[in-house]
């Protein structure tokens, strides 16, 4: 009695500043109200927003081909290609064989060690696999930035062969098959048990699928230009011995940046236009997945 009537007597006698500070002060523990939209729509208008800034990353897929899309093919990807592969090629042949003595090892078409037929054969085959790439990670990059808008009106493959070489899945209906078979193994209760490859295993693997892509572009080059390239060069060679000579400069830097613009020309456009239909139909993929 003498406690609560001193604590009512306290209360009276305190002026309003010392009620609002005490009030400030109380802690309160008071949970998310139901009837507020705020606290309910939090994570669903956070989950939208994350969602629609990843889908604005890219631009639209085109209906038909552009003339920037033409442009960055034919030109930002193939001549551009081609002086930077010609480019290089010259440079790294001048730094070979200027730099080493060619009395005792002369330059020969066929015969080692310094044969041009053979520098050829090398130089197609690292350069498609280097190209692939670099084109990969520049249309990536332009894509991300929207510079330039995947191609939409190519028809997505449907042979086994063709979806392989474009990384997709083995057919359009996997992820329905994965489902439903699942679901059938929960209904019998049984467990497949899950067997994660190593991160390694998988990067290797990876890299081995996207240098083989480049590989088989290297085939195509090899057959139309090496031939070609072997019957120039004898022209311009010194018959000697059952094979041709040639001198330390410029013969071997000319063909070598011939050779590399040439293939650069062909191959860098194939890789953008490749990358850039796959972006395409992994977009229209996703919007029938959200539909």
Sequence with gaps: MFWSRAQHETEAGASPADLEQGAAQAPTHRGPQPGNPVVEAGPAAADEDMDASEHAGRLEPSQKLTRHQVFYILVLDGLGGMLLSGGVNFALAYAMYTTQDTVQNPVRLFQLPNTLAGDAAVTIIVQCILTWFVEKGLVAYDLSKR??????????????????????????????????????????????????????????????????????????GFVLLWPAGVGILTAFGKHSGGDYTYADRWTPQVFKFILGGLLGLLTTPLMAAFWLIKAGWEDKSEQNSET
């Design 147 to 220: 510079s330039v808008q995947p191609i939409g009106f190519i028809p997505e493959p449907t042979l086994r062969w063709q979806r392989w070489l474009f990384f997709l899945p083995t057919s359009a209906g996997n992820d329905a098959a994965d489902v439903e078979t699942k679901g059938e193994v929960e209904l019998k209760g049984e467990v497949e048990p899950k067997v994660a490859a190593p991160a390694r295993f998988s990067t290797l693997t990876s890299l081995l699928q996207q240098a083989l892509r480049g590989f088989f572009l290297a085939i195509v």
